[in-house]
T-cell receptor
């Protein structure tokens, strides 16, 4: 079945460090891929998305490229800030279904 | 502010009890989704409604039920509560039957003692 696997956290980095959070997926066909972010005490918010192979989603300095050959959608940011501390969820939507499947989430903590 | 409202924010109850969680979707959104977030299980999809009709079912226990009313608000009913039902319950909404984007509420934290 369809599934999403993302790197386990917590991930702790210093401010201005480079961030990568790995995400791989299993799906038949061509799912849409997403990154959601959950700040403390809040619900999830869509961070970025990509709907087809080689698409790059970007927002707030974060980027992720839909790689069909490696079934991956890794999240990257060149210089993280303390305000980026949150839980990040990778997710996929398979077009014939009507629900988004989420990964288990990766907690990111940024030290000043 | 996502525009999705969930009440109550916190709920503490005892095992064996029944509770109702309420969700008002974003204005104009016809689909409502319920998710359970627990420490050991991550974010689990429970059920989706679209314009009053059940659209998709996930890992929802038989002790749980939901409905979407004509005004599009939704309620999630949890009965015969067990300690393991303690979790954050999120409601999300979207414009059509298929997301995205999903707009999430801030959740209801349920503690079963």
């Amino acid at each position: 079945g369809n599934s999403v696997t993302q790197m386990e956290g917590p991930v702790t980095l210093s401010e201005e460090a480079f961030l990568t959070i790995n995400c791989t997926y299993t799906a038949t066909g061509y799912p849409s891929l997403f990154w959601y972010v959950q700040y403390p005490g809040e619900g999830l918010q869509l961070l970025l998305k990509a709907t087809k192979a080689d698409d790059k989603g970007s927002n707030k300095g974060f980027e992720a490229t839909y790689r069909k050959e490696t079934t991956s959608f890794h999240l990257e940011k060149g210089s993280v800030q303390v305000s980026d501390s949150a839980v990040y969820f990778c997710a996929l939507l398979y077009s014939s279904a009507s629900k988004i499947i989420f990964g288990s989430g990766t907690r990111l903590s940024i030290r000043p | 502010d996502s525009g999705v409202t969930q009440t109550p924010k916190h709920l503490i109850t005892a095992t064996g009890q029944r509770v109702t969680l309420r969700c008002s979707p974003r204005s104009g959104d016809l689909s409502v989704y319920w998710y359970q977030q627990s420490l050991d299980q991550g974010l689990q999809f429970l059920i989706q409604y679209y314009n009053g009709e059940e659209r998709a079912k996930g890992n929802i226990l038989e002790r749980f039920s939901a409905q979407q009313f004509p005004d599009l608000h939704s309620e999630l009913n949890l009965s015969s509560l067990e300690l393991g039902d303690s979790a954050l319950y999120f409601c999300a909404s979207s414009v059509e039957g298929n997301p995205p984007p999903l707009h999430f509420g801030n959740g209801t934290r349920l503690t079963v003692t």
